[in-house]
């Protein structure tokens, strides 16, 4: 059974830091390129970072300079560094995954998470 479990979320004042972590089990973690994703109340679910398996990496315009994704094979994960947040990062984030790096980037990876707040506000 796969699952991707994220957690991290939390309530940040704006220029906060925050990182968010996505566990994967089932899965032959190192095979597979992973996603983080975000979706805002009444927005489209859009990509934010992705990683290769062997680690290439593409970010969203909105959140280059200032979020980081990695990955730790050793440990099943994929992270989001988060950094001088902003309102307007406020969403749901959630993580994806697939063995192909275009399904991912595509939003349709085989898996999903279910999901870690993230509310940035004073």
């Known amino acids: 059974q796969v699952q991707l479990v994220e957690s991290g979320g939390a309530l940040v004042q704006p220029g906060g830091s925050l990182r968010l972590s996505c566990a994967a089990s089932?899965?032959?973690?190192?095979?597979?390129?992973m996603a983080w994703y975000r979706q805002a109340p009444g927005k489209q679910r859009e990509l934010v970072a992705a990683?290769?398996?062997?680690?290439?990496?593409n970010y969203a315009d909105s959140v280059k300079g200032r979020f980081t994704i990695s990955r730790d094979n050793a440990k099943n994960t994929v992270y989001l560094q988060m950094n001088s947040l902003k309102p307007e990062d406020t969403a749901v984030y959630y993580c994806?995954?697939?063995?192909?790096?275009?399904?991912?980037?595509?939003?349709?990876?085989?898996?999903w998470g279910q999901g870690t707040q993230v509310t940035v506000s004073s």
């Open positions: 990683i290769t398996s062997g680690g290439r990496i």
């Open positions: 089932g899965i032959i973690f190192s095979s597979y390129a």
């Open positions: 994806n995954a697939d063995l192909l790096l275009l399904a991912v980037v595509a939003g349709r990876g085989d898996y």
